[in-house]
C-alpha cells in the first residue's frame, strides 16, 4: 500500500512537472513573441551618428534611440522633449530651454545642460569650423546659466527653429561618447543601441530608467534590413516579421491576426533632373518632360492608386501651406513636350541616364514607366540601378547624375521642406536649382514672424519650382503597414516608425 502511494506521488509530480514545463515553455513563448519584435525595413542606416545622418531612412529606426531638446507629434506639430518647458523672446532671438528632471543618457548617465552645449557645438562646428548640419547656422550662442537651463541665442530670428529642434540632426548626446558616435551611439530615447550588423539587421533594447512612465512595452525591436518586397511579405505571412509595409495587391491575403494600417508619408515622390547639367540646364527641356511624364499612370502601375499626385514639392498633408492648383500645371500632352524640346535644340530628343537606388522596388518600377514614357518623345532613357549607399554618395553628395528617382521625405516645417531648393544650401539641393527669386524668399520666410505672410511666401515659391520646372513632381504616397498581432501604432507626418507604444493586442 505504501508502495503504491509513493507510485502514485511520484506520477502526480511527472504529470505536474510536464504540465508545468509545457506551461513555462508556452507561456515564455508568448512573452518572447510579445516583448520581442522584428520590423521589415528597405536598407540600411547611413550613419549612425545622429548628426551625420541624412537618409530619411535612418529617422524611421533611430529615432527610437534619440531625442532633442523638443520632439515631434503626431498632428505635425512639436512638444517639449528632454526640455521640460521653454521660452522665446519678444524679438525671437533668445530661446531658453529648462531640461526635464530624470533625463538619462542609455549610460545611465544624468542628462545635464553642459551636455545639450556639446551637443550643438559639434553641430555647428564650433570646435572644427566643420558644421554637421546647415539647419543651425543661425545659433549664436549657446549659455548654461546652470545645469538644468540653456539658453540659444540666435543671429536672426527663425521661424522653423522649433521644428528643427526635433529631429536626429538635433539629438542631444553625451561627450563622453565621443570617440564611438557612430560605432556604439548613446541617446536618451525608449530604446538603446545593441548593435548594428552592416545588410542584415538593426537590434534595440528597451531602455528600462527612460523618463516617461510605462514606456516601452517592448524589451526588443529587430529593424531586419529586406530589399526585396515579396521575401518581405512571405516573411511577414510567416510570422518571421512582425511589421511590414504591405503592397496593396497583397493584402488581402493577410489574415485576421493581421491590421492594416495606411499611413499618408507627407513626402514628394519626383523625378529629380540635374539643373546644372545639359540639357537639363534648360528649363523648356524641364518643361518638356513635365509634359511627357503621366503621373496617373506612374501611380496606378507603382502604387496602385495609393497616392495623390502633386504640382509641386509640397504635400497636401501640409495643409495651409499647400498650393492645390498646381497640380494640374503640366497636363499630360506629348505634343507639347516634342515643341519644347523642338524649341530648346533637340528636335530628334536625346539620350540620358536615370539612377536609381536598389532598396526600393517602387524606384526600379518607376524607372521602366518613365522610361517609356521619354521615349514617346524622342528621349531614350538608360536605366541604372545602384546600391542605396552608392546612390547617397554619387547622386545626393557629390551630384553626379542626369536623371534620378527619389521621394524627398516629410518634414515638420515647410522652410525644411522648401528650403532642399535654395541654392544656399547647397549639400541638400539635389537638383542643382539655382533661382535668385526663390532664395530671397525662402530667406524672408525664414525670419517673418507673420504666418500669414509665410503662408503667401511658401506658395509663390512652390510656384516657382512649378513654373521653372526644377523636378517632375508626381505624387505623395500611401504606406500600407502590414501589424501581426500587434497595436499601438502612431502615425507621423515624417519618416519615424515609434516603437515605443507598441504592445500585443
Not at 513555462?24 to 512573452?31: C, L, M, P, R
Not at 545588410?199 to 524589451?219: A, M, Q, T
Not at 519626383?270 to 534648360?282: C, M, S, T, W, Y
Not at 507639347?336 to 536598389?358: I, N, R, W
Request: hydrophobic share 35%; glycine share 6%; aromatic share 10%.
Amino acid at each position: 500500500m505504501q508502495r503504491k502511494n509513493v507510485m502514485l506521488l511520484i506520477g502526480i509530480l511527472l504529470f505536474c512537472f510536464m504540465i508545468s514545463g509545457c506551461s513555462s515553455k508556452e507561456s515564455g513563448g508568448d512573452a518572447s513573441k510579445k516583448k520581442e519584435i522584428t520590423v521589415r525595413i528597405n536598407s540600411d542606416p547611413d550613419f549612425l551618428d545622429p548628426h551625420k545622418a541624412e537618409a530619411s531612412i535612418t529617422d524611421r529606426m533611430m529615432l527610437n534611440v534619440f531625442e532633442g531638446l523638443m520632439n515631434p507629434t503626431t498632428e505635425g506639430g512639436v512638444e517639449p522633449g528632454i526640455a521640460e518647458k521653454y521660452e522665446v523672446s519678444d524679438d525671437g532671438l533668445i530661446y531658453t530651454f529648462t531640461l526635464r528632471d530624470g533625463v538619462k543618457f542609455h549610460n545611465n548617465e544624468p542628462v545635464t545642460a553642459e551636455d545639450v552645449v556639446y551637443s550643438f557645438n559639434r553641430i555647428t562646428g564650433k570646435e572644427t569650423g566643420e558644421p554637421l548640419s546647415e539647419d543651425f547656422t543661425d545659433i549664436k550662442k549657446v549659455d548654461t546659466p546652470d545645469d538644468k537651463t540653456v539658453v540659444i541665442k540666435l543671429k536672426q530670428p527663425n521661424s522653423s527653429f522649433l521644428n528643427k529642434l526635433t529631429g536626429k540632426n538635433a539629438a542631444i548626446i553625451p561627450k563622453a561618447n565621443e570617440e564611438h558616435h557612430n560605432d556604439s551611439p548613446i541617446g536618451t530615447g525608449p530604446f538603446k543601441f545593441v548593435e548594428y550588423n552592416p545588410e542584415n539587421n538593426l537590434v534595440l533594447e528597451k531602455f528600462d530608467d527612460y523618463w516617461k512612465d510605462g514606456i516601452p512595452y517592448l524589451d526588443k525591436v529587430t529593424f531586419a534590413f529586406q530589399v526585396d518586397d515579396s521575401s518581405a511579405f512571405l516573411n511577414l505571412q510567416s510570422g518571421q516579421i512582425d511589421i511590414s509595409d504591405v503592397p496593396e495587391h497583397k493584402t488581402a491575403e493577410l489574415g485576421d491576426d493581421y491590421s492594416i494600417i495606411e499611413q499618408n508619408n507627407n513626402s514628394v515622390f519626383l523625378l529629380g533632373l540635374n539643373n546644372a547639367e545639359k540639357p537639363f540646364n534648360d528649363v523648356k527641356v524641364r518643361q518638356a518632360l513635365n509634359y511627357a511624364i503621366d503621373k496617373d499612370q506612374i501611380i496606378e502601375a507603382t502604387f496602385s492608386g495609393h497616392a495623390t499626385k502633386v504640382g509641386s514639392n509640397m504635400s497636401p498633408a501640409m495643409g495651409a501651406y499647400y498650393k492645390e492648383d498646381l497640380v494640374d500645371y503640366y497636363d499630360y500632352d506629348v505634343d507639347k513636350a516634342k515643341k519644347l524640346l523642338a524649341e530648346a535644340g533637340y528636335p530628334d530628343g536625346f539620350s540620358t541616364t536615370l539612377t536609381v537606388s536598389s532598396h526600393n522596388d517602387v524606384y526600379s518600377e518607376s524607372a521602366q514607366v518613365v522610361a517609356e514614357q521619354l521615349k514617346k518623345i524622342g528621349i531614350n532613357v538608360e536605366i541604372k540601378v545602384v546600391e542605396w549607399a552608392t546612390w547617397l554618395e554619387n547622386v545626393y553628395t557629390d551630384k553626379q547624375y542626369d536623371m534620378t528617382l527619389i521621394d524627398f521625405t516629410g518634414k515638420l516645417d515647410p522652410y525644411e521642406i522648401l528650403g532642399r531648393y535654395s541654392s544656399k544650401l547647397s549639400s541638400r539641393n539635389l537638383t542643382n536649382f539655382d533661382n535668385p527669386e526663390y532664395d530671397q524668399l525662402m530667406d524672408d520666410a525664414l525670419v517673418e514672424p507673420s504666418e500669414e505672410k509665410r503662408i503667401d511666401m511658401y506658395k509663390q515659391a512652390q510656384e516657382i519650382l512649378t513654373e521653372q520646372a526644377a523636378a517632375v513632381f508626381i505624387c505623395d504616397y500611401q504606406t500600407l503597414w502590414g501589424l501581426h498581432n500587434l497595436e499601438g501604432f502612431k502615425k507621423y507626418p515624417i519618416f519615424y516608425l515609434d516603437m515605443s507604444e507598441i504592445k500585443p493586442k
